[in-house]
């Protein structure tokens, strides 16, 4: 299985300021069948279900805002949040959808200082 | 709006089964792969299972192989998670959750449920 491993696992930031999410692949996320990278971002608010914020590393999805943004490629990826506001608090993953079984990273648990 | 409802979530013994089911609307079911991923409270998100949109080919975590069988029905706008056996590390919010894909063996997943709570103990 791919094992994905994120860092930090907690991360407290000041209002306004900016947050940075690794994740790391045990193994290259590009799709043999397509050349496509389906390496996903899911914010999970506290008592929320996951959603998607970025998919194929960069795109981010329709009502996310563009402080949101997501980078890398082969095994290193990124989620940047270029200013950190109050509703940013919760826990963010990352998940490859290129090989089964499908993996998630550990969660980085997002607060504000 | 794609709506996903899951139901059938309860407090059952170790060794007994249980059914999940999921209902879709707001986008045309049968063109998307479906999957089931689960929540430990508390924990992180665990992909189970997954199934591809005309149910020829389907996935599952090492951890419910052999015990869980995931269906669809696609007249029914539907999803569907057999659980057999349940244990006690099976205790958890079951997602349901839509791929962006007919293949369920890429392509990740978009569009998650709210979750329904499965308890296993004596």
């Known amino acids: 299985d791919v094992v994905m491993t994120q860092s930090p696992l907690s991360l407290s930031v000041t209002l306004g300021q900016p947050a940075s999410i690794s994740c790391r692949s045990s193994?290259?996320?590009?799709?043999?069948?397509?050349?496509?990278?389906?390496l996903n971002w899911f914010q999970q608010r506290p008592g929320q279900s996951p959603r998607r914020l970025t998919y194929?590393?960069?795109n981010r999805d329709s009502g996310v805002p563009d402080r949101f943004s997501g980078s890398g490629s082969g095994t290193d990826f990124t989620l940047k949040i270029s200013r950190v506001e109050a509703e940013d608090v919760g826990i963010y993953y990352c998940?490859?959808?290129?090989?089964?079984?499908?993996?998630f990273g550990q969660g980085t648990k997002l607060e504000i200082k | 709006e794609v709506q996903l409802v899951e139901s059938g979530g309860d407090l059952v013994q170790p060794g007994r089964s249980l059914r999940l089911s999921c209902a879709a609307s707001g986008f045309t079911f049968d063109a998307y792969a479906m999957h089931w991923v689960r929540q430990a409270p508390g924990k992180g998100l665990e992909w189970v299972s997954g199934?591809?949109?005309?149910?020829?080919?389907?996935g599952y975590a090492d951890s419910v192989k052999g015990r869980f069988t995931i269906s669809r029905d696609n007249a029914k706008n539907s999803l569907y998670l057999q659980m057999d056996s349940l244990r006690p590390e099976d205790t958890a919010f079951y997602y349901c959750?839509?791929?962006?894909?007919?293949?369920?063996?890429?392509?990740?997943?978009?569009?998650w449920g709210r979750g329904t709570l499965v308890i296993v103990s004596s």
């Open positions: 193994q290259s996320l590009v799709y043999s069948g397509d050349g496509n990278t389906y």
């Open positions: 194929k590393v960069s």
């Open positions: 199934i591809s949109w005309i149910s020829d080919s389907r």
């Open positions: 959750v839509k791929s962006p894909a007919r293949i369920a063996s890429a392509g990740a997943v978009d569009y």
């Open positions: 998940m490859q959808g290129t090989n089964w079984p499908y993996t």
